[in-house]
Every structure is written in C-alpha cells, then in structure tokens.
Antibody, heavy 118, light 107 residues
Framework: EVQLVQSGADVKKPGESLKISCKGSGYSFTSYWIGWVRQMPGKGLEWMGIIYPGDSDTRYNPSFQGQVTISADRFVNTAYLQWRSLKASDTAIYYC???????????WGQGTMVTVSS | DIQMTQSPSTLSASVGDRVTITCRASQSISTWLAWYQQQPGKAPNLLMYKTSSLESGVPSRFSGSGSGTEFTLTISSLQPDDFATYYCQQYNTYPYTFGQGTKLEIK
C-alpha cells in the first residue's frame, strides 16, 4: 500500500527540542519531493517547505526558514521536521505530503499533533 | 509571496445544490492550481490539480476552471460527504501558498 505514516502526538515544554517523522512506503521514496504543512488549531493550511529525499535538496517557506529544519534519510525512507527550541505558538498539527508528478500534494500522512505548553 | 484568497469563507447549502467556490491569486499563476477537501479531524485530500484535472477516484460532480488569477471549484450536486472545508493552493511560485479555506455547511 502506498502510504505516509507519521510519528505520534507529542507534548513538549517551551524551549525543548523535537523531531517528528514521516515514513513512506509502497513507492519509490527517493523519487518524489515530500512537503510539510502546518495547521494551527482551528486554522488553515500553511506550506512550510519541501525536500527531495534523493539528494536532500530543500526549499523553505521564508516564514519558517530558521525556525525549523527539514531533513530526510533515504536509507530508511523517512523525512523529518525538527525544532531546536519550541514555542507555544508551534502548537499545531503537522502533515507531511508527497508532491506528485504534477506538483500538487497527492498523498498525505495522518498528521502529527504537537502541543507545546508549560 | 503569492496570496490566495477564497470566497466565500463559509457557504451554506443543501444536498443536491450546485455550489461554486472562488479562489483569487494576487498575481498570475497560469493554471498551476490545486484544490483539496478536508473533513474534520482528517488530513486534506487532493481533488483537482492543474486547475481542472480530476484526481483519480474523485467523483465527476467536482470540476474546476480558470486561469491567471481567478479560479473556481464547482460541485454540481452536493452529496452528504461533500460538507467539508475546501482549500485552493498555487504551485506556480515558491512558497506554494494555500487559500484560507471555505467551509461548506449544511443549510
């Protein structure tokens, strides 16, 4: 089955670090870009950035550059989204999604809920 | 960044109605536009890409049109499963931005 499976929900305190994951299966993971999308509580979708697992080429939304790090390990078919120092405003659901041949997100992970609270 | 503006933000309709959602881009994006449907508590789902191409498995009651800066998503005859939030997304220029969403509610 073609799917993206994300890591489970996490609760962190402000200032802590976090790395969430997105594992692809059922297709050639290194041949498609993977993107990350933020959805804050009750809000819309925000495009954070994308990575090409084949060579780790990355494109960031300037709004998120410096705030998060997108990476990938092609040997385990997994993409990552990482924070060095979380803030309460990072509380959101984070989705990974595959970029199709026609550049839209055609396959989505189930989402990872990140809660940052003291 | 290219700003995407959807209208209306909320739309009330009944089963069987024909509805149209509009998405406007702050600059031309040719036809590089996608539409997604999001049910409550679920990940978004791709409906249309390149403005008017239907994603595999999506019912033919969904259609899309437009070019440049103005686009529409039309549902020809609403079904119960269609009551959800819809987002447009441009993928002409990085960062690939989404509209703010249109919530389709049961009247």
């Amino acid at each position: 089955e073609v799917q993206l499976v994300q890591s489970g929900a996490d609760v962190k305190k402000p200032g802590e670090s976090l790395k969430i994951s997105c594992k692809g299966s059922g297709y050639s993971f290194t041949s498609y870009w993977i993107g990350w999308v933020r959805q804050m509580p009750g809000k819309g979708l925000e495009w954070m950035g994308i990575i090409y697992p084949g060579d780790s080429d990355t494109r960031y939304n300037p709004s998120f550059q410096g705030q998060v790090t997108i990476s990938a390990d092609r040997f385990v078919n997994t993409a990552y989204l990482q924070w060095r120092s979380l803030k309460a405003s990072d509380t959101a659901i984070y989705y990974c999604a595959r970029v199709s041949d026609y550049n839209a997100f055609d396959l989505w992970g189930q989402g990872t809920m990140v809660t940052v609270s003291s | 960044d290219i700003q995407m503006t959807q209208s209306p933000s909320t739309l009330s309709a009944s089963v069987g109605d024909r509805v149209t959602i509009t998405c406007r881009a702050s600059q031309s994006i040719s036809t590089w536009l996608a539409w997604y449907q999001q049910q409550p508590g679920k990940a978004p789902n791709l409906l249309m890409y390149k403005t008017s191409s239907l994603e595999s498995g999506v019912p033919s009651r969904f259609s899309g049109s437009g070019s440049g800066t103005e686009f529409t998503l039309t549902i020809s005859s609403l079904q119960p499963d269609d009551f959800a939030t819809y987002y447009c997304q441009q993928y002409n220029t990085y960062p690939y931005t989404f509209g703010q969403g249109t919530k389709l509610e049961i009247k």
